[in-house]
């Protein structure tokens, strides 16, 4: 993938995923947010491969100003991100991790035949709620989720399928121009191999289609091979990849 359209898919990533604040060194984007701990609100993101200048400097000033704000100090480093930092934080001993894959899909070879017309809910604290059910992850995290979500500018669906009244699937959708982004896809453990992933995902883009999207994108953890077999399926295509790394504790 070209490095513009690499662009444009981390640019919508930051409208549809926002830090609460963001304050930039050159072309290294520092997002933070201190209602929620995801490495991708709380991360430095270079986006220009020739920004090295003083990196030494930037890669110590970074570091503190995390540290003040008691985050770790993480990059986000994506084909954006200059060679020669990712070199400097591993000769310092920054520790890679959590690599991920971009994937994207032309919608118009997406079968939406058998999609489900499904109404996105408007009530953001319920979705988080079902969205935290079916991920089991702690309670504690809705007020920063919910700050999160209620800060998306660009079009969002927020999508559940329940069983009964007991949640078993979540997605959310951004539509941002030709592009959909799709985030938080989880199905509770218990309803995994049911085919509900790929229920949820088509009713999120059918949404998308239906208000102009042309192509959708998603981000998947590399060691998530289930779920990469699963958006395969469906058409998606490895674009890029991404990976973190997190300065040593000292």
Known sequence: MQLAQIRQIEAVGFRAWPASSVHYDGSWAIRMTASHPSKRLNSVNPLDPGDIGNMEQRVTRAAQRFRAYGRPPIFRLSPLAPKELDQYLQDLGWARFDESMVMTVDLANVDLSDALDQIPLKDIGRFIDAA???????SALKPGLF?????????KGLFVIEEGAVAVSTAICVHDGTLAGLFNIGTAANRRRAG???????SALKWAMQHG???AWLQVEVANTGAIKLY????FREAYRYAYRQAPDK
């Open 232 to 235: 395969e399926h469906m058409g």
């Open 147 to 155: 700050e999160v979500i209620n800060a998306i500018r660009p079009s």
């Open 132 to 138: 935290l059910q079916v991920q089991g992850e702690n």
């Open 196 to 202: 509900l992933g790929r229920t949820i995902i088509k």
């Open 213 to 215: 999207a042309k192509k």
